[in-house]
């Protein structure tokens, strides 16, 4: 814990935790921005979560991202949620506020949000945008997405109940169709891969069709190599293919900026992360 009462104390939690991008990046946010804070990583015993968090905060921790497979544990737990949070049912980042009450955010959206529209200068208002998987992770990100007011937003599972009940969940926020991958037809402005498939070296049985040559495909996974979805996408001659790296450095400025309300330049940090592979 904190050696050093007059350094503000940071942390990611998760099981495991060793392979964690997050130290890095903050580190390097607290270096670009000067501001005076550690930032580690705490591997938690699965079934020691909340106790891990209390003790955190009881020893005077500032802020802790929430990472696998915590991120729900992390929504219960918290006594107040943004809107963000609550309808994405999981939580990346915690602080507490002036009363100590644990807070829950979710930045994982914006983070996705940000590094389509601002890094890759993709926008996604009145697009057609598909969405592959119903998972945790793609619910912890739609509400960005709807928020930039495609044109529609098409959930496509392999379990299509799931995909049928984040639609309903997500409903009067915009227009979502939910179906399986067979059901797809004709092609789409934005593609965004949120199956845990490629974890797996798998790729979901999709259509060809569903790619054009002006098609932006878009996987949340990220790898030193192509991954499995964004290979496919260019063998469909997709117009690009972005992975999710830009997204896991744009969430981190997100949860840094409502720690420590300094927002920072998050170009470098990619950039290192990316010479690092
Ligand atoms: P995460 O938190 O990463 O989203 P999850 O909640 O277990 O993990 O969701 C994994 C998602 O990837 C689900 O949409 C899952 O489809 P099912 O709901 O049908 O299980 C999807 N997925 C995982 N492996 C897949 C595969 N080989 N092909 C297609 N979809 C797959």
Request: hydrophobic residues 40%; proline residues 4%; glycine residues 8%.
């Amino acid at each position: 814990m904190n050696v050093n009462a007059d350094v503000d104390l940071y942390a990611v939690v998760g099981n495991p935790i060793s392979h964690s991008k997050s130290p890095k990046i903050h580190g390097e946010f607290a270096v670009q921005s000067a501001e005076n804070l550690e930032y580690m990583a705490i591997q938690a015993p699965v079934d020691e979560f909340s106790e891990s968090v209390n003790a955190f905060f009881d020893n005077g921790g500032k802020g802790l991202n929430i990472t696998v497979p915590f991120k729900e544990q992390a929504w219960s737990l918290s006594s107040q949620l943004s809107d963000r949070a609550r309808l994405a049912g999981a939580v990346n980042t915690l602080y507490q506020n002036e009363n100590g009450d644990i807070c829950g955010e979710n930045t994982d959206g914006i983070g996705l949000v940000r590094d389509l529209t601002v890094n890759h200068n993709v926008s996604l208002a009145d697009k057609r945008i598909l969405v592959l998987g119903a998972g945790g992770a793609v619910r912890g990100v739609l509400l960005p997405i709807l928020e930039e007011k495609p044109a529609s937003v098409t959930i496509a599972n392999r379990t299509v109940a799931k995909a049928e009940q984040l639609a309903a969940l997500f409903s009067g926020r915009g227009e979502l169709i939910a179906c399986g991958f067979d059901e797809l037809s004709g092609s789409f402005d934005v593609i965004i891969n949120g199956t845990s498939a490629s974890l797996q070296g798998d790729l979901p049985p999709l259509p060809e069709g569903i790619i054009n040559d002006t098609t932006i495909a878009y996987d949340m996974m990220y790898s030193a190599d192509k991954t499995v979805f964004n290979r496919w996408a260019e063998s469909c001659n997709a117009a690009c293919t972005f992975d999710g790296l830009g997204m896991l450095v744009e969430q981190a400025a997100e949860s840094f900026y409502i720690w420590r309300q300094v927002r920072v330049d998050t170009g470098p940090v990619l950039a290192m992360l990316r010479a690092f592979e």
